[in-house]
């Protein structure tokens, strides 16, 4: 794995910040949304598709928290 060092100033820190906060929001809504959907009787492709997607949203909220967790430990 690539590890990339970023120099932002306290303004962009603070934006970076709040636009990770305001994507896990999102992420986490999808992520209801498609448990949702799950509940229903969907067809086996439908099902699989959605549980792809929820895969996908997981893994991509897992790596926005562990962002803004690096983002304000470099902050402190």
Do not use: G
Request: aromatic share 6%; net charge negative.
């Amino acid at each position: 794995m690539d590890t990339y060092r970023l120099n932002l100033s306290w303004s962009e820190l603070d934006s970076l910040k709040a636009a990770m906060t305001s994507v896990i929001n999102d992420l986490e809504k999808c992520h209801d949304m498609l448990n949702a959907e799950l509940d229903n009787p969907l067809t086996p492709e439908l099902y699989a598709q959605n549980l792809e997607y929820l895969a996908n949203v997981s893994r991509d909220k897992a790596n926005m928290r562990s962002i803004l967790c690096k983002a304000e430990l470099s902050h402190e």
